[in-house]
């Protein structure tokens, strides 16, 4: 194994800093979802109430789901896959880089598709949404960086692909 997965900024790797702020992604998503079903008290939002307009929109649903418990999840999904994958003995596997491109890219264009409808349709803003928006594009940029690195590591032996 090289030193290589050591990568990164703060002295965490990527995947730890990828965990992390999907971490705190997925409690903004939880607390969206649980106030929308009437468990979290006030909706804190600041003056706009734009927040209030997203979720009780029909673009706070995808396919009868809500979205944000669609957050929830996805976030939740990617802090395990992150954490499985910083683990020293898969420190250097190549699965969790991929999984993670799997995860994020696809909630970046979920998340346009979220941005155009309250920016155009809705006409508001929920911060909320923009600090999803903002962390779901930085996750991007991460694993972007992460994949890159094992890329450029040697072939994986037959025991590091089992890891």
């Known amino acids: 194994m090289t030193t290589s997965h050591r990568s990164g900024v703060l002295g965490l790797t990527w995947r730890q800093l990828i965990a992390i702020l999907a971490l705190v992604n997925a409690f903004v998503a939880t607390y969206l979802h649980l106030w929308k079903i009437g468990k979290a008290g006030a909706l804190a939002c600041g003056g ?4 209030a307009v997203v979720q009780f929109s029909s673009w706070s649903w995808f396919l009868g789901v809500d979205v944000a ?3 929830a999840v996805g976030y939740t999904a990617i802090v395990l896959v992150a954490a499985i994958g910083a683990a020293e003995a898969r420190a250097d596997a190549r699965w969790p880089a991929l999984a993670l491109a799997a995860l994020v890219y696809p909630a970046i264009l979920f ?8 920016f155009f349709v809705l006409k508001t803003f929920c911060p909320w949404c923009a600090i999803s928006a903002v962390s779901i594009t930085l996750l991007g940029v991460i694993v972007a ?8 590591l040697a072939p994986a032996t037959s025991a590091d692909r089992t890891s």
């Open 48 to 51: 706009s109430g734009g927040c």
């Open 145 to 152: 960086l992460e994949l890159r690195r094992v890329r450029g």
């Open 111 to 118: 998340t346009v598709r979220l941005k155009y409808a309250e």
């Open 69 to 71: 418990l669609i957050g």
